[in-house]
């Protein structure tokens, strides 16, 4: 072949070697990235260790929050165990060893483990799994007589959980962890009670499946079943279980259920890498990057990974934002933790360090080059069996819920506080970050060792509100809203309708509907009231994410201006007789779960005997 030595066209050839170069997007230390937050974690659980030998609880980790002794804290017995496979660090070897010995005392004569301080034994399944995955490594440095002592409590913890586990006894999320537990447990201790009991439980989960892939089985139990659906939940345990069962039993069947639902829940991973997890059941406990006591999106990612490549990238960028909820190596509740609360409970630290221990020993890259996820193409997604949907402009990406479960306990549920009734759950502006969350309608301590006092919060989530002597009355409490969903040139819509409702589900006389209108610009809500049986003062309300950068200044008395970063943002109300008003209480705007702040902005519409119906439109746009 003949070297062609034209000047102009070397020059070509060489923009285009250049070119091609800085279109390849640069890769990332995914498996380093992993190890160096685990390592942040477990430096900062060992230094809650209990290490007075004469102590009944030596070995124990100490939560400074809930001044006690979590038994599920010894489930950092793995990602000390991996911390010492990894590097050699004896002080490691020796504090997961402890740990375990500590954890073996604390079990009950039938092999379970209550989930101390409360009575609930459902955990056993999270303490086997971690217990097993130790002695898989240890077991070379224990003595004779600890081998016989860690065997005989890890096969009185499985032989509970054959007994017991069952969807009628636990949420959905316990009965796929045991499928993975037992088949763990079935590697060091082989029984074929074990594997046929995890298949058992993993095809009962699997039964539970929406015809969008969707578990049902975190919310309350009719008959003998529960339903609804917590995105947290399932991406965090359930399908990781799941798929660990059926990696291990070579379940393909089984697996090829995971692989399909797992993609419909990768749409719920939001462009900074945060988790959608506002508009689930147990939301309460969402803390943006995941739920607070769930374990982590990485050990599911990083087991599917050779499955999609779109895996990998979804778990760094969750890692990546799960840093900035952290301190000193603890995981806070959200991303202000630390401007609104104080030291957190350690739950969420030592779930996510097992995550992440087995995510690392999972992976079987050790770099990645990202690649786009569902959240950076612009479009509609609607998820019909979940009734809502998520959007993607060039700058926003929002959720829309009208998701409708109804729990059996009403009012007295923890499930029915969630946001729903078209309300926009979560509402992401690029260079921005959250402009708008959500969180309980009112806030309840439904477990009081996991839910921070919390006195005279308001709800972050928009809403639409009156309280008269009847009682409150909002579209959060109207579970059985009707939705259109639609997308044309560029813009996405959203239609809803509903009537206003109290905490029991009785509608109060005012109906109303949104309309929502998505540009790369500007996101429109327009506000319908109809007056049917009364009339009366209505507030639509419009909380704003508060970070430390952010202000908010009144231009007229139809705007404000609203600036974070880089990036400034205008709220104006744009047709309609109603009073717009800042800061009213803005002290109250504050939430535990998701650690956040607003800055609430309210449309007071007054009530007018003239008309049955009133609109109002507002919309934030972008400026700068």
Known sequence: MKFHSNPRILCLLFLIVVAAACTKKQEVPIKQSIETVLFRMDSALI???????????????????????????????????????????????????????WLIKQQLADGSWKETPEEWTGT??????????????????????????????????????????????????????????????????????????AKKLAWQVLAKMDDDYFITGEGGRVFDAKYGVDLAYNMEMSLW???????????????????????????????????????????????????ATSDGVQVLFSLLSEYDDRYLTAAWRNLEYLKTCMQNGMVGYGPLHWEI???????????????????????????????DLPADKNGLNTFPTLNLATLRTDNFCATITAYGYKDPKGEKSKYMFRPTGGAISNLWLKDYG???????????????????????VESLTPRIEFE????????????????????????????????????????????????????????????????????????????VIDYKESSFV?????????????????????SGNALLTMG??????????????????????LPDSTTIENEISFRFRIVQ
């Open 124 to 197: 056993s399944t999270d303490q086997l799994l971690m217990m097993s995955l130790s002695y898989q490594i240890l077991d070379d440095y224990l003595t004779d007589t600890e081998k016989q002592i860690w065997l005989n409590s890890l096969n009185m913890a499985g032989k509970y959980l054959v007994e017991n586990m069952t969807p009628e006894f636990a949420s959905i999320n316990y009965v796929a962890t045991t499928s993975a537990s037992l088949m763990v447990l079935n590697t060091v201790s082989p029984d074929k009670i074990y594997t046929e009991k």
């Open 468 to 543: 008269n002597e009847k009682g409150y009355f909002t579209n959060l409490f109207e579970f059985d809203a009707t939705t259109n969903f639609k997308e044309n040139s560029g813009e996405i819509q959203a239609n809803v309708y509903g009537e206003l409702k109290n905490r029991t589900q009785e509608a109060g006389g005012i109906g109303y509907s949104y309309h929502y209108t998505f540009t790369n610009t500007e996101v429109i809500k327009t506000v319908k009231l109809r007056y049917h049986s009364i009339s009366d003062t209505v507030r639509i309300v419009e909380p």
């Open 241 to 291: 279980g799941l798929g660990l069962y059926a990696t291990l039993s070579n379940d393909t069947a089984a697996l090829n259920k995971v692989l399909k639902s797992t993609e419909r829940h990768l749409y719920f991973i939001y462009p900074d890498g945060s988790v959608d997890g506002s508009w689930g059941i147990r939301s309460n406990k969402w803390t943006c990057f995941g739920g």
């Open 584 to 605: 009213e209480n803005a002290e109250n705007y504050w939430s535990p779960y998701p650690a956040l702040k607003a800055y609430p902005l309210v449309l007071t519409v």
């Open 341 to 371: 609360m104080d030291t957190p409970c350690i739950y969420s630290t030592f779930a996510k360090a097992k995550n992440l221990a087995m995510a690392h020993s999972f992976l079987k890259k050790d770099k990645i080059e990202p690649v």
């Open 47 to 101: 230094q809650l260790q209990n290490t007075e030998a004469a102590d009944t609880n030596y070995g124990g980790i100490w939560c400074p929050h809930c001044q006690l002794y979590h038994t599920r804290a010894a489930e950092a017995v793995y990602p000390f165990t991996y911390k010492y496979h990894l590097t050699g660090d004896k002080k490691y070897l020796n504090a997961a060893v402890d740990l375990g010995n």
């Open 554 to 574: 009144a231009i007229d008395n139809k705007t404000i201006s609203i600036k974070n970063g880089g990036r400034t943002i205008l709220f104006e109300l744009l």
């Open 434 to 456: 959250f402009l708008q969350a959500s969180s309980q309608t009112e806030y309840h301590r439904w477990e009081p060792m996991h839910f921070p006092e919390a006195e005279k």
